[in-house]
Structures are given as structure tokens and as C-alpha cells.
T-cell receptor, first 109, second 113 residues
Framework: KNEVEQSPQNLTAQEGEFITINCSYS?????LHWLQQHPGGGIVSLFM?????KKHGRLIATINIQEKHSSLHITASHPRDSAVYIC???????????WGAGTKLIIKP | DGGITQSPKYLFRKEGQNVTLSCEQN?????MYWYRQDPGQGLRLIYY???????QKGDIAEGYSVSREKKESFPLTVTSAQKNPTAFYLC????????????FGQGTRLTVV
């Protein structure tokens, strides 16, 4: 079993829909990152969380440390949100990031 | 603005050639990392460096080499010994390995033909 699991693996939705991507992890962490990767393109850091909730524009990220779970929400989704969204956690006992496999999101106009 | 720069964004090489991927940061970070991504998989750690002139192997170091002669720079060489070099490569840095923050380059997509 992977230490970081994302769901769903693939998600297709219509423009305007509310999107939720989930990330569950099984290790103790000091921080959790959400990143966005566009097709053929680079990686953009969206959020770093260690507790609570953060909001940036139409993106909201939450984390529940007790349940070892984080969600990334997109409100009023748009085709330009189509990308792979990746969750990564920084363990509290070692140096490296542990990465989820990513969620491929397609927003249709 | 401070950040991490990876270059180039796309790189093509012939099989059997060594190739070096660049990673530069102006964040004054001590720790730097290289990750590899294959389709449908999470990123995996190749090498990391906690301080200048020191680096450690990650989970998939075979066929790769690195150097850390300067704090700002952590180049990755993909050698001809790497059996499947075609992949997406991501460089990251953090103030220290124990620090929660991490900053990421844009990545380099290497294709070996």
C-alpha cells in the first residue's frame, strides 16, 4: 500500500462544477503540499498546509491531521483548471517528500 | 524574485549519451533534491543534498550522478548506465531537510531516442 493515496485517479467534470480531490496518507507528517502539473508542462506549487484550511482564488485546501486526510477543492471550475493535481507529504521523521500518483482532472466546456 | 530554475524544459538526447540537467536556486536553501516521475506514478527521490559538497542517494540513484559544489546549484547527470532515462525530472529545495517548506522547479522532460 502506498503511503500517500489520491482519489480519484481521473476526474472529468463540466465547467462550473465544484471539484474535490482527496489525499490520504499513513505516515506522520510535518507538512502537506498540493501541486498542479499541466500537460507537458512544469509543476506549480499551490498550497503548503500543516493544519486547517487555506484559500487562494477559487482553490481551497483543507487538512485533518487526526484523520490523515487532505482535500483540494476547486469552485466554479473552468477548462483551464484541467491538469494533474499532486499531493505530497513531508514526513515528520525524515527528510524527503512522499508523493501521491496524482489526479488527472479534465474540465469540459 | 527568489525561486528555483530548471533548464531546459524539454531535452532530447540520443541513447548512450550522458546528459546534465541544471537546477539553480537563489533562495539560500541548504537542501536540494532531485525527483523522477514516470507516467501514472508518484515522484521518486533520486539524490538529495543537505549541504554544499555533500549528497546522498535516494531510492533510485542507479545510473545518475550529482554534484553540489555551490549552494545555489545541484546539477543532475543522467548517465548511459541509466536503463530507462526518458522521464520527467523535478528539482526541489528547502531551507533544511527538517524544514517543512519546499520549493519546486518547473521540471525538465527528458526524452532519449
Amino acid at each position: 500500500k502506498n503511503e500517500v493515496e489520491q482519489s480519484p485517479q481521473n476526474l472529468t467534470a463540466q465547467e462550473g462544477e465544484f471539484i474535490t480531490i482527496n489525499c490520504s496518507y499513513s505516515v506522520g507528517i510535518s507538512a502537506l503540499h498540493w501541486l498542479q502539473q499541466h500537460p507537458g508542462g512544469g509543476i506549480v506549487s499551490l498550497f503548503m498546509l500543516s493544519s486547517g484550511k487555506k484559500k487562494h482564488g477559487r482553490l481551497i485546501a483543507t487538512i485533518n491531521i487526526q484523520e490523515k486526510h487532505s482535500s483540494l477543492h476547486i469552485t466554479a471550475s473552468h477548462p483551464r483548471d484541467s491538469a494533474v493535481y499532486i499531493c505530497a507529504v513531508k514526513g515528520d521523521s525524515n527528510y524527503q517528500l512522499i508523493w501521491g500518483a496524482g489526479t488527472k482532472l479534465i474540465i469540459k466546456p | 524574485d527568489g525561486g528555483i530554475t530548471q533548464s531546459p524544459k524539454y531535452l532530447f538526447r540520443k541513447e548512450g549519451q550522458n546528459v546534465t540537467l541544471s537546477c539553480e536556486q537563489n533562495l539560500n536553501h541548504d537542501a536540494m533534491y532531485w525527483y523522477r516521475q514516470d507516467p501514472g506514478q508518484g515522484l521518486r527521490l533520486i539524490y538529495y543534498s543537505q549541504i554544499v559538497n555533500d549528497f546522498q542517494k535516494g531510492d533510485i540513484a542507479e545510473g545518475y550522478s550529482v554534484s553540489r559544489e555551490k549552494k545555489e546549484s545541484f546539477p543532475l547527470t543522467v548517465t548511459s548506465a541509466q536503463k530507462n532515462p526518458t522521464a520527467f525530472y523535478l528539482c526541489a529545495s528547502s531551507p533544511g531537510t527538517a524544514n517543512t517548506e519546499a520549493f519546486f522547479g518547473q521540471g525538465t522532460r527528458l526524452t532519449v531516442v
